[in-house]
């Protein structure tokens, strides 16, 4: 996957027509899906980010978000943004040939479809993507959600040439207010993903396999029912360190994501971001300038040798 050029005007044809028709962007969720759809169902299957020669330089970014309780609307919010986020990386020249995956998480004890993981796409496909997520909204209600499995399956069912081909690390953002259960758990990855989990994997390890190829985010919003909340920040700083951010508005969501990666290829530093933003009109800059001072301001190597990275923080990635 990975083929083709993002258009605005592709976009903005389709956004015309739904609002035209009076469909929704959403039209598989709201139609009442209540089962994965297939385009989307993470058993049994790899998700790849590769080169050609229409992308040689292929840089993948994956964005998983809860769509539990809610953080159901954090999906629509992502879908409306698309262009600010698209028009940043390629625009901007914020990274080299992005190819972008959405994927969505609930909760593996008890929701009909805990994990959605769409293709790498570096066209219009991505929205289509997020219009086959179905928006559950259910969850548990103790304060957990199955984001180990998601992580599980970054680590274990993705393929990129970003490594290797250049031991180049990708971008994964998880979007999330709650914390995630202590284990992955080998009946729940037979179940939603396949594969021969033989005993269940403590989250720190599949957190150090995951953070080996994948340049890891935790991003809590504002508007979320465990936002603000230090047992969840406290959980994640202590799995991620600084790569857990907090955000006071859910509208920064795609601007943080975009100077996210642009800092890490080191297209930018943070003051330039954040006068982009500005250019843009963007509303955003002030939680962004808040959200990544945590990072700093110049960036971070993603280029690595094939063995775990090191360095201050725990979870294998490179600190500061």
């Not at 083929?3 to 962007?25: F, L």
């Not at 964005?63 to 999906?75: K, N």
């Not at 625009?91 to 080299?96: L, P, V």
């Not at 929701?111 to 929205?127: I, T």
């Amino acid at each position: 996957m990975g083929s083709g050029m993002w258009s605005t005007d592709v976009y903005d044809a389709a956004d015309r027509y739904r609002r035209a028709t009076g469909t929704s962007a959403f039209a598989y969720s709201d139609s009442g899906a209540r089962k994965v759809h297939p385009a989307l169902d993470p058993r049994d299957s790899v998700r790849e980010s590769r080169d050609s020669a229409e992308h040689p330089q292929s840089t993948p970014v994956a964005v998983l978000f809860d769509v539990t309780g809610s953080m159901g609307h954090v999906p629509r919010t992502l879908q409306a943004k698309l262009p600010q986020l698209l028009g940043l990386l390629l625009r901007q020249g914020y990274a080299r040939d992005p190819q972008i995956m959405f994927g969505a998480i609930g909760d593996a004890t008890c929701d009909r479809v805990p994990l959605q993981v769409g293709q790498f796409e570096s066209d219009n496909r991505m929205d289509d993507d997020l219009g086959r997520i179905v928006l559950e909204g259910g969850g548990g209600g103790q304060m957990m959600e199955s984001y180990e499995l998601a992580l599980y399956f970054m680590a274990r069912h993705t393929v990129t040439d970003s490594w290797e081909k250049r031991g180049r690390r990708g971008y994964l953002f998880i979007i999330g207010d709650e914390l995630a259960y202590s284990k992955v758990k080998s009946a729940e990855v037979s179940r939603w993903i396949g594969g021969d989990l033989r005993k269940d994997m403590p989250v720190q390890q599949i957190v150090d396999e995951v953070t080996r190829r994948w340049d890891t985010y935790y991003l809590l919003p504002a508007g979320s029912h465990y936002a603000g909340n230090r047992k969840v920040l406290d959980f994640w700083r202590g799995l991620l360190g600084q790569n857990a951010l907090e955000l006071d508005d859910l509208d920064a969501v795609c601007e943080t994501i975009a100077l996210t990666v642009g800092l890490g290829e080191q297209a930018i530093d943070l003051d330039t971001g954040l006068r982009d933003l500005d250019r843009a009109g963007s509303t955003a800059t002030g939680t962004v300038s808040k959200a990544l001072a945590r990072i700093g301001n110049t960036g971070r190597r993603t280029e690595t040798s094939r063995l775990p990275a090191t360095g201050t923080g725990r979870g294998g990635v490179v600190r500061l």
